[in-house]
């Protein structure tokens, strides 16, 4: 028979102290309530010799917080949310909150049903990599008090916390490097997203190549995980047409995987003949051969941020702040593929 679960009473009575004092103890309230040190001490020991776990719904229901925040991003298994999320949820635990991560696929109906089923949980905050379409959503949150942060990319005309990275330069230096190393006709290939990253990374490449009085290569792939094979067709075709490319610049770490199975297909000697480079990276590169360049996203203190930001908005739910967007700096960490020296051109 299963064993019952000792109740705040229950606890109080052998520790001969009110239910009112286990309480403020098991919510972290002990000192803030003037109890002892040792009272607080001896409330603790006690809870860990029985293993107590507190009932969280019923501990939401008396403070008002879950203490649950969800991380909601365009995919889950995508290298880069997962080490961002895997440090959101080791500085979370050490605060007392639980994480919740779940995928939108880039899909604004599948966004707003996520969001929708964590409000009604009564969840504490939300950290959501937007997709297009979800402004309402976003807005009914901020006006039921929710705590909001966004990550990646922007909602224009909403005023709201963000932690984004500087797309539009890391671009430019990524396109910069392979400029100095001698390149002449470099290539952008990209997503079909009408997004402020994917636009502002285009846009930086564009530039770039245009002060330096090149040539622009650049195909647009549309934005379809399921179908993977059409888009390393439509690379296949765009190399062959374009022999003239000496270069290629991958706008996401996805396609550069992609991109680099592709190339292997159409010539295994064309990853080495070519300059690479890959905006974001990813453990998969260093492994590879040649090792390729790529434009790093600061993971961990985006993470940091991103929980500074939302932990605050938690602790401070009910007072005015000030709407913070802080813009981040990557690292261009330059290996073997976008190395002049190293191409056998």
């Known amino acids: 028979m299963k064993k019952k679960r000792p109740s705040l009473r229950d606890i109080a009575e052998v520790l001969n102290v009110s239910t009112t004092t286990v309480s403020f103890v098991l919510n972290g309230k002990g000192e803030e309530k003037k109890i002892s040190k040792q009272l607080i001490e001896r409330v603790e020991n006690y809870l860990k010799e029985i293993d107590y776990k507190p009932n969280l719904i019923a501990r939401s229901l008396r403070t008002g917080n879950s203490h649950i925040i969800v991380f909601m991003v365009e995919d889950v298994s995508n290298h880069f949310f997962s080490k961002v999320g895997r440090i959101i949820e080791d500085i979370s635990y050490k605060h007392d909150y639980r994480v919740l991560f779940c995928s939108t696929e880039n899909d604004a109906k599948r966004t707003r049903e996520h969001i929708?089923?964590?409000?009604?949980?009564?969840?504490?905050?939300?950290?959501?990599?937007?997709?297009?379409?979800?402004?309402?959503?976003?807005?009914?949150?901020?006006?039921?008090?929710?705590?909001?942060?966004?990550?990646?990319?922007?909602?224009?005309?909403?005023?709201?916390?963000?932690?984004?990275?500087?797309?539009?330069?890391?671009?430019?230096?990524?396109?910069?490097?392979l400029i100095e190393q001698g390149f002449k006709n470099i290539a952008f290939i990209t997503i079909d997203l009408n997004q402020n990253q994917m636009l502002d990374r285009l846009a930086g490449y564009r530039a770039t190549v245009k002060e330096a009085g090149l040539t622009e290569y650049i195909l647009t792939l549309p934005y379809d995980p399921d179908r993977a094979s059409d888009s390393r067709k439509k690379i296949q075709e765009f190399i062959a047409a374009h022999p003239q490319l000496d270069s290629i610049f991958f706008a996401t770490n996805y396609l550069s995987q992609s991109g680099l199975k592709t190339l292997h297909q159409i010539d295994s000697n064309l990853v080495s003949n070519l300059g690479i480079i890959s905006f974001d990276d990813s453990y998969f590169f260093e492994m590879y051969a040649p090792t390729i360049s790529a434009y790093a996203q600061p993971i961990e203190l985006m993470a940091k941020e991103l929980m500074r930001l939302m932990l605050d908005r938690i602790q401070k739910k009910n007072e005015a702040l000030n709407v913070e967007e802080v813009n981040l700096d990557g690292e261009l960490i330059i290996r073997e593929s976008s190395l002049k020296k190293y191409t056998r051109l």
């Open 116 to 177: 929708e089923v964590f409000k009604e949980r009564q969840v504490d905050g939300f950290i959501i990599v937007p997709p297009p379409g979800i402004k309402e959503a976003v807005e009914d949150l901020q006006q039921n008090g929710t705590p909001v942060v966004l990550f990646d990319r922007k909602i224009e005309g909403i005023e709201i916390d963000s932690v984004l990275l500087n797309n539009y330069e890391g671009s430019r230096n990524a396109t910069l490097h």
